[in-house]
């Protein structure tokens, strides 16, 4: 009884199924972040003066999703989200400002591959499919600090203008007296 030899053909063809599978598990398992991932996220906090790292200063973390309070340095969990983070970091004369950008984590391709970019919108809905920076630090300044963000910016009082006396308007013509009988004389 001959042997029979598989084709090269069917064994490139095995092989080219073989990794279209691992391709799209691979794919699958990147979907959609807002089914594989969390919309939270840990994040350490630290923050530098002169080349130093400072403990014990106060840290507010805000985006469009809530506010969270560190001591740095220290770790947080905060909500994900596709807006800016602003960081603002204050205690007696040094400070520190800043807004930190959140870029998109690996689910990108499994949202194009498997939802034709429906998953990506949800995504950014949620905030699931983008990450903050794991370690966030900041370099601290020395001084006065800058008003706290939203804070209304109170302007020195002004002096009220100096408004020129009113001119007076003339007066009506003063009417002749009118002679017994009433009817005036012409």
């Not at 691992?22 to 991932?37: F, P, S, Y």
């Not at 400072?54 to 973390?61: F, P």
Request: charged share 15%; hydrophobic share 40%.
């Amino acid at each position: 009884m001959p042997l029979r030899r598989k084709s090269v053909a069917g064994t490139v063809a095995s092989r080219y199924r073989a990794s279209l599978a691992v391709a799209a598990l691979a794919a699958a398992v990147t979907g959609c972040a807002t089914m594989t991932e969390s919309t939270e996220q840990y994040v350490m906090m630290q923050t530098v003066l002169d080349h130093q790292q400072v403990a014990g200063i106060g840290c507010v973390l805000s985006n469009d999703v809530g506010r969270w309070f560190v001591t740095s340095p220290g770790r947080v969990q905060i909500r994900k989200s596709t807006k800016p983070l602003a960081v603002d970091c204050r205690q007696n004369d040094v400070w520190a400002v800043d807004e930190i950008d959140p870029k998109q984590n690996g689910s990108r391709w499994g949202n194009i591959l498997l939802t034709a970019g429906a998953g990506q919108f949800v995504d950014k809905q949620t905030g699931a499919g983008f990450d903050y920076p794991t370690t966030l630090t900041v370099i601290l300044h020395k001084g006065p600090p800058p008003p706290p963000p939203g804070a209304a910016v109170t302007q020195q009082a002004q002096p009220a203008p100096q408004v020129p006396p009113a001119v007076p308007t003339p007066a009506a013509a003063p009417q002749p007296a009118l002679p017994p009988g009433g009817s005036p004389i012409y």
